[in-house]
């Protein structure tokens, strides 16, 4: 990545090193799409424009991360980031994105617009505003290891409350939603489903019977597979990338019956695209049936990934046309009928807010929670202590006043160490009984 300090360094005082035959992208993507895609696209672009191009990738660890990035290097240069295309991370993400006014519209060409079409069973694949586009999309359910699931006596986990069962104490682990897009996906899904109140006392309950909270999405799935958790909330095509490494033997995924949703994972050139040529290119290569193939197709299949099955569900129609009987599995989202369908727009809006609201009430506070928690097992869990213990600080309605002021640094610093002290003292209090 030899492009990067130097973008980086350029990119704040509006220079660029670059040549049409660069791109660089920010992306929260793990390392396989990296290896399957951008080898491909390199091979694509010199075959069909006659040049090369060479691709730098940069990645801060982690949605939220990289979102952080460029809006401080928006800050430091409105006109432009010194970066092209902004890849992965949820559709929520491009919402605040947009709204913040660091996106770029970009028309398909006629071809590649007849094979993408504007939804698919009740969910966008793309903004109105042509900002962004679905280069994939993601289900979210419950990852777990069959071998342990036995070995401990613990039920096969269907639905998002199984893993509020004290059976399942200490066998998970979860991801911090401040550091993953995929993460504060899941906690929405449970809200929007179940509502907020009973959505919150659930969230916190699942996070009681968690063993710890990592940084990366990724994390968790690694600790079901080693054998270090019984289940996750889990990322579909993490779950079975692994699946199909390991055997269904030994692993198992599934989304939870009446609240699993389809969630495009977007793609979208930057406002200022030093590259913009090559960055529109790239955004209709990723979209191109020949592209979208290796989402679907197992690893080694003509068309397919060379390294690992990347068990992601594909956007473009031909590409399903194309695989018949080939893929790793049979579903075809252009065969649904329905998903739940989340409110995106005002999970955009509340998105850092609800975050930050996460973080102070169950990680940050994370060990009184726990021990609070297992004293209200060991008391027979009470419904009333576990309404208590579950009961966030916060109507949804006041979280949204919250988050229209949530640019204040002060007013967020001191909301959120106010959440941090109340939650301290209740669950010292239920721990106490």
Known sequence: MRHVLAAILLGVCGGSLHADDNL??????????????????????????????????????????????????????????????FWGGGTTTYLELNRDGFLASYQLPPNLSNEVPQQVAGVPLYDDSRTWYASAMSSFGIFYNKKILQLDKLPTPITWRDLADSKFLNQLILTDPRRSGSAAVMNTIVLQSLGWNEGFELLAMIAGNNRKFTHSSSDPIKAVVAGDAAAAMAIDFY????????????????????????????????????????????????????????????????????VETLGRIAINMKSYAQTVGKRTDDFNPFEQKAFLILDLERASKMRRAFNDLIGATLIDTHTELKVAWQAIIRRGSKPGEVKDFGQPPVSEAELLDHAAKWEDDVFRNRTINAWVRASREKYRTLAGG
């Open 239 to 306: 779950a079975k990338s692994k699946i199909g490494d390991l055997g269904p033997e030994n692993l198992g995924f599934t989304l939870p019956p009446g609240q699993s949703v389809l969630d495009p994972d977007p793609v979208a050139i930057l406002k200022g695209a030093p590259n913009r040529l090559v960055a529109e290119r790239f955004v209709s290569y990723v979209l191109s049936a020949d592209a979208q193939k290796l989402l679907i197709l197992p690893k080694g299949t003509p068309g397919g990934p060379r």
């Open 24 to 85: 660089m992208i920010i992306s929260p993507h793990r390392k396989s799409i990296q290896r399957e895609f951008i080898p491909l696209f390199e091979a694509h672009y010199h075959k069909t424009y006659d040049t090369e191009v060479e691709v730098d990738w940069l990645d801060q660890g982690g949605t939220s991360d990289d979102v952080r990035f460029v809006r401080a290097r928006f800050a430091n240069n409105p006109k432009t980031s010194g970066l092209d295309i």
